[in-house]
């Protein structure tokens, strides 16, 4: 691999995605907008001579003129990644997630990109008949946020077939781990820990019977970093999901046991509107195509990401 563009280089997995491409020897261009991202998170690489920041908006026109150099791989990370706010503001999900996915095929096709990795999301299954849910059930999707991934995904199909751009999509499932932010529009996990930690009440949406395949982050990369490597992988779409099936209210309580907290207490909210109930996907096509298992379990991963909590803000 020598050099690859990654949108989304601040936030929580694509940070995680350039400290790992940087340790292969790959040379990393980033682009962020810094809405949700960080410069904390790119602490490690701003260190390194083989990475490069460019801060912009995806959906900015200029994108062509300030990103002129070829890559092998784009990973496409940047997007607005929460269906809660795409419920409140869909049109601001559709830019970011629809328009800039457009502009990012755009600077592919006019650069001459080999593979493009595309992080989609299992939402796009909405609540599928069976479970686990494998990569040809039918798209239904619950939320505008599940709409704007499936809208993606098509887009990078089109592209694959006008102009020959290797295609990869990946459906991640709840990912979960260090450097996730903590706001009301954040991952379930980093808002429980951060409940627990600050001694505020747990807060369970609906009955917490609904149930998510948790993935660690690392786990993430490296199915993504095996992604853009296997040949086997082109024009594939491939579940990304984690092990372990568990409820919210579950999860809940193995927060609190790993915080070591005792005085949270767990109080029901109303269910979310666009929510799914049971998100379990099913990993086989992943195993066969880019020989990927996770290996980090659950217990473990709360851990180290409890630890992180502890030593670090998860400001919004
Ligand atoms: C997550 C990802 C999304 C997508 C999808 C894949 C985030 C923010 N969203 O959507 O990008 O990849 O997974 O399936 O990472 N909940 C509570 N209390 C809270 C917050 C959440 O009970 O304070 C519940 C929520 O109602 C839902 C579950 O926890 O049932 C998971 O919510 P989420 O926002 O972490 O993730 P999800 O599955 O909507």
């Not at 559709?94 to 096709?109: F, I, K, P, S, Y």
């Not at 996990?189 to 149930?211: C, H, M, R, Y």
């Amino acid at each position: 691999m020598t050099s690859v563009l990654v949108t989304g280089c601040a936030g929580f997995i694509g940070s995680h995605l350039v400290d790992f491409l940087l340790s292969k020897g790959a040379t990393v261009t980033g682009i962020d907008n810094f809405r949700t991202g960080k410069r904390n998170n790119l602490a490690s690489a701003l260190a390194n001579p083989r990475f490069v920041l460019l801060e912009m908006d995806i959906c900015d026109s200029s994108l062509l003129q300030r990103v002129a150099e070829t890559y092998d791989t784009i990973f496409h990370l940047a997007a607005v990644s929460s269906v809660k706010l795409s419920v409140e503001n869909p049109a601001l999900v559709h830019r970011n997630n629809v328009d800039g996915t457009l502009n990012v095929l755009e600077l592919a096709r006019i650069r001459d990109a080999k593979r493009v990795v595309l992080s989609s999301s299992a939402a796009v299954y909405g609540n599928p008949s069976s479970l686990p849910v494998n990569e040809e059930s039918p798209l239904n999707p619950q939320s505008p946020y599940a709409a704007s991934k499936i809208s993606a995904e098509e887009y990078l199909v089109a592209y694959g077939n006008s102009y020959g751009i290797e295609p990869v999509i990946l459906r991640y499932f709840n990912v979960y781990g260090p450097r996730q932010t903590c706001s009301e529009y954040s991952g379930v996990l980093s808002i429980f820990i951060n409940q627990a930690l600050n001694s505020e009440p747990i807060t369970v949406e609906g009955d917490g019977k609904q149930t998510r395949n948790f993935i660690y982050v690392d786990d993430v990369v490296r199915a993504t970093y095996l992604a853009s490597e296997a040949n086997r992988a082109r024009g594939e779409t491939i579940n990304i999901s984690g092990s372990e099936a568990i409820s919210v209210l579950q999860v809940a309580q193995a927060v609190l046991s790993a915080v070591g907290q005792t005085s949270s207490r767990i109080v029901h909210l109303p269910e979310r509107k666009g929510d799914l109930r049971d998100s379990i996907g099913s990993m086989s096509k992943a195993r066969r195509l880019l020989r990927f298992k996770p290996q980090v379990s659950l217990n473990d991963g709360l851990r180290r990401t409890v630890e992180w909590h502890q030593l670090e803000s998860c400001s919004p």
